[in-house]
């Protein structure tokens, strides 16, 4: 019996959980980094803030706005991966950070009540789930009017020549990486696959817009291999 996305997806990160970190570095040349700090710079948050973290992995980004918020504000992390929270969970506990809640829960089914965050984030997990509408409405749901969803994800170059290079280093290099660094060949020949069918930028947008959200912005990175879409809840 064929495996489902979400299952497959379990899989593979409760497989590399322990190479993670590494594995994104490598397979980025550390521009993931950069990209995620100036997303930050245009969040600007504000300290005292709530704020939840979806897909958040081994916690970086969770991490990143549990400084940001302050310790008057809090910081929800959710994936539904218990080894990448486990990693998490001790990269919280060696930097000391009390504001930040880790827990395991289901993306399509956000474990949280109405209007309950003013940020909530995303980074580099919207591609990995089954439905990407429902996880849009889940995080609609669950931000405050006047609050903000940040989308940090991989996206689709248009560049010409360019592309073409993209596309073969994420089909035949990244895997090599992934076997190389991680024993791990399969696992990244999937998730290569993921970001081949993730949305372009434009249609991304407009998959917010339908969710709800006005004032959906975007900012490309490396010309187009990866973008950060922000969109606002009216009051």
């Known amino acids: ?14 497989s590399i959980s ?12 550390q521009m993931h980094l950069a990209w995620r700090k100036d997303t930050m710079k245009r969040m600007a948050v504000k300290p005292g803030s709530s704020a939840l973290d979806v897909c958040c992995g081994t916690a970086d980004w969770t991490l990143t706005m549990g400084e940001a918020v302050g310790e008057k504000g809090h910081v929800h992390g959710l994936d539904f991966s218990h080894n990448m929270l486990s990693v998490g969970r001790e990269k919280v506990e060696k930097r000391g950070i009390e504001n930040i809640t880790l827990l395991q829960g289901n993306a399509m089914e956000l474990p ?6 003013d940020y909530v984030t995303i980074g580099f997990g919207l591609r990995n ?13 669950v931000t405050r009017p ?13 560049f010409p020549v360019f592309k073409q290079l993209y596309w073969l280093y994420f089909r035949h290099v990244m895997p090599v990486f992934g076997k190389v660094f991680a024993k791990s060949y399969d696992e990244y020949a999937w998730l ?3 970001t081949q069918t993730f949305p372009d930028k434009e249609s991304l947008s407009k998959m917010f817009t339908s969710a709800g959200f006005d004032k959906v912005s975007y900012k490309s990175y490396a010309g187009g291999a990866a973008a950060s879409h922000f969109a606002g809840k009216s009051f």
């Open 1 to 14: 019996m064929s495996q489902s996305k979400e299952e497959k997806v379990h899989e593979v990160f409760e």
């Open 18 to 29: 322990g190479r993670y970190d590494r594995m994104n570095a490598i397979i980025s040349f």
């Open 112 to 117: 949280f009540e109405d209007a309950s965050f």
């Open 129 to 141: 789930v089954p439905d990407y509408d429902q996880v849009i409405r889940e995080m609609y749901r």
């Open 146 to 158: 006047g609050g903000l969803v940040t989308c940090l994800e991989t996206s689709q170059p248009t």
């Open 192 to 194: 290569q696959e993921s």
